[in-house]
């Protein structure tokens, strides 16, 4: 927890941009009798009746300190998608980066293996020394700020069916355009010294000899 919340401390450096990565999975659903009419005075309503059409993740990452972020949408979460995700990062969105300094929960595909797991020792070698590993403590999900981005992305975009992965890519870029567009960073407030204090409780206890 301290690792992450040092992280959080830095000021914004474009050489070292602070990144969080995580995903989340979106079950599909399509309604099968259509969408109910609209009326006057009545709220919209939505058939009860749905048809499962399987699931997708959602990979999302977000740089807090510039409100620069971006997703993809893939059918399964694995070392593979992870691994793209990460070139991605690397080569399109921060080429001028000396290390990207990166935060994401312990999933046991969030390590520098899938890289070598997906691409050639080189390549995978070479992205490898471009990042700057810090994980989230198990049960610590919450410190990790692309989760805040999730949220946002859940009401604003997916708190409804959706029927389809073509659907939830064309909507959730839409999303992104708009969110990049609106540039809304994070102010992180909760400190190392808060936790000391908040959570002394998670803290290993010590004999102190009087």
Known sequence: MEDVLEVYSRP??????????????KE???????????AAGRPKRQDYEYERNGSASIFLWNEPLTGKSDLKVEETADSLTFAA????IVDVHFP????IV??????????????YKT???????????????????????WLNMAELELSV???????????????LKSETNAWAIRRNQQKVT?????????????????????????
């Open 153 to 167: 992305l859940h009401r604003q975009c997916l708190d409804r069916r959706i029927p389809n992965i073509e659907t």
């Open 119 to 141: 691409f050639t020792p080189d390549e995978a070698f070479r992205l490898m020394q471009k990042i700057e590993w810090h994980y989230t403590p198990e049960h610590g999900s």
């Open 12 to 25: 914004y450096d474009p050489e070292y941009p602070q990144v969080c990565l995580d995903e989340k999975r």
């Open 102 to 115: 990166l935060v994401t929960d312990n999933a046991s595909f969030h390590t520098a293996a899938a890289l």
């Open 28 to 38: 599909l659903h399509a309604t099968p009798q259509g969408e109910i009419a609209l």
């Open 96 to 99: 001028q980066a000396k290390r």
């Open 85 to 88: 995700m990460i070139k991605q």
């Open 186 to 210: 994070i102010c992180w407030r909760f400190t190392t010294a808060d936790a000391r204090i908040k959570l002394a409780h998670l803290y290993p206890k010590r004999n102190v000899d009087n």
